[in-house]
């Protein structure tokens, strides 16, 4: 490995260069945005109070795991909950675990 590789390799790991994307992603980050920002909403629209149903219910929009991904970005965006890529991602991979069990 020459002298320029491992100077980059030790920046990116001191100062945490690394893509949001590449990061793997938060469980509880994301529940504690699923907490804060999605159960309210979800269990006012449920009629039933229970934010969880949206998830689980037969009829589901969500089919997979990129359908996940665009249900939270939308949400995101109409809403205007403010969350950046690597929040939606932690909020995704959490209901993804919770729920949903797509693989990847």
Known sequence: ???RKVVFTLAVGMF???EPSTAAPNLKHGKEIE??????????KSGFGDGTIIYT???????????LKVMVA????????DLFPEDEADVTAYLNQQYYKFKP
Do not use: F, P, S, W
């Open 1 to 3: 490995m020459n002298m």
């Open 16 to 18: 945490g260069l690394i």
């Open 35 to 44: 907490d804060q920002k999605c159960y309210k909403c979800h269990a006012d």
């Open 57 to 67: 219910r037969k009829d589901r929009r969500v089919q997979n795991l990129e359908r």
């Open 74 to 81: 939308r949400c995101n965006t109409e809403l205007r909950l």
